[in-house]
């Protein structure tokens, strides 16, 4: 299921930051890399994660804000964050609602898959990449920071 060229599903949840984050609140002024991974802690969420986290400024550069989400609670995010300098909200999506509106729930696992959404400053989706298994992490930092370079 694509949703390029469609406007993002709303939602609002907690974050990791103490605030509830609402998707709409970005638009009109940045764009929003919507990161979803299975779960905290784990071996290739651990790579990935921290990687965005550290190129925040550059994606901030390119007018864009990068937001994890999974379905771990709000309690757990901040532990993984603290443990691994992950400075980027992580959101809570306790029941799969919203990986189910983006399409990348995986209900029989309990666990969203790994994707990645660009979601430019109107809300429209611009870019995704879901991949092929939970374990895969092919789309970096840089790929979705040229993406953004050409909106």
């Known amino acids: 299921m694509s949703l390029v060229g469609q406007t993002a599903p709303e939602f609002s949840l ?9 998707l709409s609140s970005y638009r009109g002024h940045q764009h929003v890399v919507l990161i979803f991974y299975p779960l905290d ?4 969420c651990s790579m990935q994660l921290p990687e965005y986290s550290g190129r925040q400024d550059d994606f901030a550069d390119a007018g864009a804000a990068v937001l994890g989400i999974n ?5 757990a995010h901040k532990a993984w964050a603290a443990e691994y300098g992950i400075e980027v909200p992580l959101l809570a999506d306790m029941t799969l609602a919203v990986a189910r509106q983006y399409g990348v729930a995986i209900d ?8 990645v959404f660009l979601i430019d400053k ?5 870019f995704q990449h879901v ?7 092919t789309v970096r930092p840089e790929v979705v920071l040229a993406k953004l370079r050409e909106l």
């Open 131 to 137: 991949e092929a298994k939970t374990g895969d992490y």
């Open 14 to 22: 907690p974050a990791s930051t103490g605030q509830t984050i609402t």
């Open 41 to 44: 802690f784990s071996p290739v």
């Open 71 to 75: 379905r771990d609670s709000v309690h």
């Open 122 to 126: 109107s809300g429209v989706v611009r």
């Open 108 to 115: 029989e696992r309990g666990i969203s898959g790994r994707a």
